[in-house]
């Protein structure tokens, strides 16, 4: 996935399709966000760039749940991507 804004919107499509809320805050985010599971909302730091951005919902996204029949064709097919790409934890 290249840095771009456009790339950027296409993840935050993903994250608004599924009803969550993102929001550029500033803070002591350890990881570049937080996030408020009951009420749907991602809080990423305002300071980060795109490539940052777009990393930290790269990395985040796979971790949420998700409302996959909610999503667009597109933005099925790259959370599929995000999803397929994040390795497996040891439980």
């Known amino acids: ?3 771009t804004q456009h790339s ?3 993840l935050e499509d993903i994250l608004g399709e599924s009803d969550y809320t ?3 805050e500033r803070g002591t985010f350890q990881s570049g966000w937080c ?3 009951a009420k749907k909302i991602v809080v990423l730091n305002k300071f ?5 951005r777009i990393n930290t919902l790269m ?3 796979p971790q949420l749940n998700i409302s996959f029949d909610k999503l ?3 933005s099925q097919k790259l ?3 995000l999803v397929s790409k994040t390795p497996l934890s040891a439980e």
Do not use: C, P, W
Not at 48 to 52: A, S
């Open 8 to 10: 950027l919107d296409k």
């Open 79 to 81: 959370y599929d991507e």
């Open 59 to 61: 990395e985040l996204i």
């Open 48 to 52: 980060l760039d795109v490539e940052g």
């Open 72 to 74: 667009t064709h597109a």
């Open 35 to 37: 996030l408020l599971e």
């Open 1 to 3: 996935m290249k840095n």
């Open 22 to 24: 993102i929001r550029y």
